[in-house]
């Protein structure tokens, strides 16, 4: 199973890094699969800790992706790392062991504390497509350009019929960076 959290790491000197990742569940562990080069991956192996975020304000997600990286954090509880204010839940993590790869190493971890911070009162359609469409923008520079505007095409159904302004903020960002790609322009 994979779920689509927010990974917080920190390297040595104590800098948060957040990025959207969709983490590999398998049994007791979690599996973490960073692409090389990342800050992700450079933390992990620098500190061997990291911390889950489960949220559903979709802003994240797509800011991350599209170069609003600075969100509220606070201190774990268990390790020296960052949990973000608008975390529903977290699990502080411990790198168990790494399997070195050319492209994405394999780091599997272990939970030593988690904490439900709010109830979890599901996604509407609206925050599914702006996780979707921020999948997407990861994938810019592998995707034909047809194909991510075909998703994007169907996904803008549900947006229009249940997004809050969140969603439609976090869809502006999203749609502003396909919009980038498509002029050349990087960002």
Not at 32 to 41: A, G, M, Y
Not at 86 to 109: F, K, N, T, Y
């Amino acid at each position: 199973m994979i779920q689509e959290t927010l990974v917080t790491t920190q390297n040595s000197l104590g800098v948060t890094h957040i990025a959207p990742m969709g983490v590999h569940i398998e049994g007791d562990n979690f599996i973490i699969l960073p692409f090389k080069p990342s800050t992700t991956l450079d933390n992990l192996l620098e500190t061997k800790v990291a911390v889950l975020n489960y949220s559903d304000d979709v802003r994240v997600f797509a800011g991350c992706l599209t170069g609003r990286r600075e969100w509220p954090c606070t201190k774990a509880e268990k390790i020296n790392g960052q949990v973000l204010v608008c975390a529903l839940a977290h699990a502080e993590l411990e790198v168990i062991s790494i399997e070195d790869d050319s492209l994405r190493p394999r780091i599997v971890c272990k939970a030593i504390h988690s904490v439900n911070h709010a109830p979890f009162k599901g996604f509407n359609r609206a925050q599914h497509s702006v996780l979707e469409a921020a999948i997407l923008i990861s994938r810019l520079a592998w995707l034909p350009i047809e194909k991510i505007d075909a998703e994007i095409d169907y996904l803008r159904l549900a947006l229009e019929k249940t997004a809050g302004p969140k969603e439609w903020e976090a869809w502006g960002w999203l749609m502003a960076k396909i919009a980038e790609h498509k002029a050349g322009s990087p960002t």
